[in-house]
């Protein structure tokens, strides 16, 4: 079964920038869209950022601007670059992967903490 591990959370200040990678177990580009989604305390899951499997890209409007994701398809590695990081931004971010008609993934989160 296809398996994803987040990592590059931490600790930063407002203003500051972190990059979150989200390696996959296998090679599912080409058949998978990927997404980040991210979700502080009391707050529902939200999206964050998508990238399908044909390249297209996907923003939630909180982020637009600073945010950007994209693959590493010899390393099997979809990342989140955050920038110009906001208080708001604390949250558990999770990577999925899904296929119309196919399964979900999810990997295990990674936690991201905005300071001052």
């Known amino acids: 079964q296809v398996q994803l591990m987040e990592s590059g959370g931490g600790l930063v200040q407002a203003g500051g920038s972190l990059r979150l990678s989200c390696t996959t177990s296998?090679?599912?580009?080409?058949?998978?869209?990927m997404g980040w989604y991210r979700q502080a305390p009391g707050n529902q899951r939200e999206l964050v950022a998508t990238i399908t499997r044909g390249g297209n890209l996907n923003y939630a409007d909180s982020v637009k601007g600073r945010f950007t994701i994209f693959r590493d398809n010899t390393e099997n590695t979809v990342h989140l670059q955050m920038n110009d990081l906001k208080r708001e931004d604390t949250a558990v971010y999770s990577c999925?992967?899904?296929?119309?008609?196919?399964?979900?993934?999810w990997g295990q989160g990674t936690q991201v903490i905005v300071s001052s």
């Open positions: 296998e090679n599912i580009f080409s058949t998978n869209s």
């Open positions: 999925r992967a899904w296929r119309m008609g196919g399964p979900i993934y």
